[in-house]
């Protein structure tokens, strides 16, 4: 199982991102799986996570500003935020919940800044 994180960048505050995960070794609509963010000198909090069955979840920090989907074709698992803030800054780790055990990204940066 390898997650691979992609899609951040500078952005300033209001504007878009669209963060995706690739995914290999399972198909990304049969397991639960989640964004997490992790701001400097702050504990890695989650930002919205799905279900295999397509429920979803998200911080209220976040939500009406993101959307996490899955990509069944590509196999990816992506996260749209609109209307960025400066407190959005983080680096955002994708996460599975595969067969009991969790798997993790490497990370994408995001930093909004203007």
């Known amino acids: 199982v390898q997650l691979q994180a992609s899609g951040g960048g500078l952005v300033q505050p209001g504007g878009s991102l669209r963060l995706s995960c690739a995914a290999s070794g399972f198909t990304v609509t049969s397991y639960a799986m989640a964004w997490f963010r992790q701001a400097p000198g702050k504990q890695r909090e989650l930002v919205a996570a799905i279900t295999s069955g397509g429920g979803r979840k998200y911080a209220d920090s976040v939500k009406g500003r993101v959307i996490i989907s899955r990509d069944n074709a590509k196999n990816t698992m992506d996260l749209q935020i609109d209307g960025l803030k400066p407190e959005d800054t983080a680096v955002y780790y994708c996460?599975?919940?595969?067969?009991?055990?969790?798997?993790w990204g490497q990370g994408t940066l995001v930093t909004v800044s203007s």
């Open positions: 996460s599975a919940d595969v067969r009991g055990s969790p798997f």
